[in-house]
């Protein structure tokens, strides 16, 4: 009996530590491998005061960005790849340094401003952000959905028949990615 009790206790210590060191690269493991594809961007903000406007970025991005796709290596080096359809004056790659923090519950984007928080249309052009420290909402082998925000000066005009004033604002963005 006692010899059942520590083979027993020995599977169960060998489990688990196996599992915690397993876990602690898990994310940075699934990130590093294939080629992560943008398939759904929206951003929300305060349009007016009390009221939240959501906008869908998929349907206002120029058809060429569609195929773009991000790759993760384990220098902590990454590349936005423009795929077969291409914007005008689009690179193939598009550098950015990556790395997780907190647990990797947060993954920090630096020089990431053509993927994150770019809007990438001709009928609204904004300037992508360099920096993000994004919460990673979900996570799994097949998907990524990251939230993040940004502070952002907008124009208020209640109506077109008086003058607008620029207010600041945050705007909150969520983009989901998928292999």
Same mark, same amino acid.
């Given at each position: 009996?006692? &010899?059942?009790?520590?083979?027993?206790?020995?599977?169960?210590?060998?489990? /688990? @530590?196996?599992?915690?060191?397993?876990?602690?690269?898990?994310?940075?493991?699934?990130?590093?491998?294939?080629?992560?594809?943008? %398939? /759904? $961007?929206? $951003?929300?903000?305060?349009? %007016?005061?009390?009221?939240?406007?959501?906008?869908?970025?998929? =349907?206002?991005?120029?058809? @060429?960005?569609?195929?773009? $796709?991000?790759?993760?290596?384990?220098?902590?080096?990454?590349? &936005?790849?423009?795929? !077969?359809?291409? @914007?005008?004056?689009? =690179?193939? *790659?598009?550098? #950015?340094?990556?790395?997780?923090?907190?647990? !990797?519950?947060?993954?920090?984007?630096?020089?990431? *401003? #053509?993927?994150?928080?770019?809007?990438?249309?001709?009928?609204?052009?904004?300037?992508?952000?360099?920096?993000?420290? /994004?919460?990673?909402?979900?996570?799994?082998?097949?998907?990524?959905?990251?939230? $993040? !925000?940004?502070?952002?000066?907008?124009? #208020? *005009?209640?109506?077109?028949?008086?003058?607008?004033? #620029?207010?600041?604002?945050?705007?909150?963005?969520? !983009? %989901?990615?998928?292999?």
């Amino acid at each position: 009996m006692k &010899q059942i009790i520590l083979a027993l206790s020995v599977i169960l210590a060998l489990g /688990a @530590c196996t599992k915690s060191s397993t876990s602690v690269n898990e994310t940075s493991e699934i990130l590093r491998v294939g080629k992560w594809r943008m %398939t /759904a $961007y929206t $951003y929300k903000y305060e349009k %007016t005061p009390g009221v939240d406007t959501v906008i869908d970025v998929m =349907l206002k991005r120029d058809t @060429c960005y569609s195929d773009d $796709y991000l790759t993760f290596d384990s220098s902590y080096n990454g590349n &936005q790849h423009s795929a !077969q359809l291409k @914007c005008a004056g689009e =690179l193939d *790659q598009m550098p #950015f340094n990556w790395e997780l923090k907190d647990n !990797q519950k947060t993954l920090i984007l630096n020089n990431a *401003q #053509f993927t994150i928080g770019n809007i990438s249309s001709t009928s609204t052009p904004t300037k992508g952000l360099e920096y993000v420290e /994004a919460k990673i909402t979900k996570m799994n082998k097949k998907s990524m959905t990251i939230t $993040y !925000q940004n502070k952002v000066e907008i124009l #208020f *005009q209640p109506d077109k028949t008086v003058e607008g004033t #620029f207010i600041e604002t945050t705007l909150y963005y969520t !983009q %989901t990615f998928e292999k």
